[in-house]
């Protein structure tokens, strides 16, 4: 096997519990940090059951460490990040189904209380270990805050949870955030293979809003020279997302198998080349023209239509469908329901899939209209009040 065909490759996953010495050194002197993150991560996810591709849930956290040492990231504080990156939101999510608690209201209320616990609770556990194996409590303390930015919090939609990452101001906390939130993204895209199509795409989309912010945010902070020297772990990370993600989008293409489909994917495919070759790139994907009798009406609002699926406006998301659907309906001849599925299942992945190759082939590429593609201090969460 070639270096360049390695290079070029997915990173592999771990498909079994490998020991805290694999991923840290016993000598490190940090190693204690990490050993105690990885056993009160472990001790957790036994409580969570399988994933959702019915895996041992504690292949999560390993994976996301295992990404990270993979492009080169061995800094103990992040792979410990790897380890917590989900434990208070899976607490209050557990704490929350034993008591059959909403997230609305009083009970929303007490799960932002019980966040704050779990925090100075965590908190206060590692500075003991700092204490007990004698290195610097500042390790520990960075530690809880790269976890206090990597937890979703329950009153913030998924957007909002995002943004905290990349506009928290603190830059050490934020960069390990941004590393450990791409290997997570890397490992969730790349377990999807049992999900439906349609929860493949929506997976896929989550994948492209975050690659979007990792995007722009290597623009702002290195410029496009950082996409040429392949040496920034980061620049890694992003480029290893975005080929897992266009790989599940063009997995979903090659899905869309019916009759009708394959007699007029070409005019799907050639909508979308004609606006980008001969306009203004992919903007079309992005706009919020009407329908008209063309093809390539079918790709305008795409953007939109999951932006309102990610922030759960219902009735923004159903509009965009029913337009989109009715023009399939009226355009397609004899298209009978299924033809249709797969018809607009198929030229959303196509639409997708060629964003996710500019993001990764063209340097100064982003897309500009996410509803939180302005990512400012209005994104943040508000910290925490740490007990002393």
């Not at 722009?216 to 480029?239: A, D, H, Q, T």
């Not at 305008?300 to 923004?316: C, I, P, S």
């Not at 509009?319 to 299942?345: V, Y």
Request: with cysteine; net charge positive; proline share 2%.
């Amino acid at each position: 096997m070639s270096d360049c065909y390695k290079y070029l490759s997915h990173l592999p996953k771990l498909t079994k519990v490998m020991r805290a010495s694999y991923f840290v050194d016993k000598n490190d002197p940090l190693y204690h940090l990490f050993e105690y993150s990885y056993k009160t991560s472990k001790k957790l996810y036994k409580k969570l059951g399988l994933r959702k591709d019915g895996t041992d849930s504690f292949l999560h956290p390993l994976n996301i460490a295992n990404h990270l040492k993979q492009v080169g990231i061995i800094d103990v504080v992040t792979l410990s990040g790897a380890m917590l990156h989900d434990y208070i939101e899976e607490r209050v999510d557990l704490y929350k189904k034993e008591h059959g608690l909403t997230e609305q209201g009083d009970d929303a209320m007490h799960l932002d209380k019980l966040e704050l616990e779990y925090y100075n609770e965590l908190t206060q556990d590692l500075i003991k270990v700092a204490k007990k194996y004698s290195f610097p409590t500042t390790k520990s303390i960075m530690l809880a805050d790269v976890v206090h930015v990597l937890t979703r919090q329950k009153r913030h939609f998924y957007y909002y949870s995002v943004a905290s990452i990349f506009t928290e101001t603190n830059k050490s906390v934020r960069n390990r955030a941004i590393n450990i939130k791409l290997a997570d993204r890397l490992h969730n895209i790349a377990c999807v293979e049992s999900f439906p199509s349609a929860g493949k795409l929506y997976q896929g989309y989550k994948s492209l809003y975050i690659l979007n912010c990792a995007k722009k945010f290597l623009l702002k902070g290195y410029g496009e020279k950082i996409f040429v020297s392949k040496s920034n772990p980061m620049e890694r990370l992003f480029n290893k997302c975005a080929k897992r993600t266009y790989a599940v989008f063009q997995d979903i293409i090659s899905s869309c198998q019916s009759e009708y489909l394959r007699e007029v994917r070409y005019m799907l495919q050639l909508a979308l080349k004609k606006y980008a070759l001969q306009h203004d790139g992919l903007s079309i994907i992005s706009s919020k023209s009407k329908f008209d009798k063309h093809p390539l009406s079918l790709y305008h609002g795409v953007v939109e239509k999951f932006d309102a699926r990610l922030r759960k406006d219902w009735g923004l998301y159903d509009d965009f469908r029913e337009k989109e659907h009715s023009f399939a309906e009226t355009f397609f001849d004899g298209a009978n329901s299924e033809d249709i599925t797969d018809i607009l299942l198929y030229k959303d992945s196509y639409a997708l899939k060629e964003v996710i190759a500019r993001l990764i082939y063209h340097n100064d590429f982003y897309i500009h209209d996410f509803v939180y593609a302005e990512l400012t201090n209005e994104g943040q969460l508000k910290p925490l009040l740490r007990k002393q």
